[in-house]
């Protein structure tokens, strides 16, 4: 157990087509947002569906491997970690931000992972 870390891996839908910028020295940071489902059955029998939207944020060679294989839709399996930050906004109310940041992804064609050559970061 003296292995544990801050690990998250998520398999689910992008909810859009990953918004890339460019920031300094040509690095760039790409932010997509990432739709996973629970289903279960209710106190009546009925089958419900809980989806829960993740922020995640990729840098340097992974958001470059997004911004060239990620389209609103794709099933997507990821790794990465929990981040919390806070920041103040122009209103001057402090804003907290909970999100993943990416450091592996592969693709999921007919639901089942595929590795892309060069993906991981």
Do not use: C
């Not at 003296?2 to 932010?31: C, F, H, M, S, W």
């Not at 794709?74 to 103040?88: A, C, D, F």
């Amino acid at each position: 157990m003296n292995t544990l870390k801050n690990k998250v891996q998520l398999v689910g839908n992008l909810g859009y087509d990953p918004e890339v910028r460019e920031i300094a020295k040509g690095r760039k940071v790409a932010r997509l947002s990432v739709a996973t489902h629970d289903n279960y059955k209710n106190a009546n029998g009925e089958r419900v569906t809980d989806t829960q939207w993740h922020t995640v944020v990729a840098w340097g060679r992974t958001a470059e491997a997004v911004e060239r294989l990620l389209r609103k839709g794709m099933p997507i399996l990821l790794e990465g970690r929990l981040v919390h930050r806070s920041y103040e906004g122009r209103d001057g109310h402090m804003r907290y931000v909970s999100e993943v940041v990416m450091s592996d992804f592969q693709l999921m064609p007919n639901g089942r992972p595929r590795v892309e050559p060069g993906v991981a970061a």
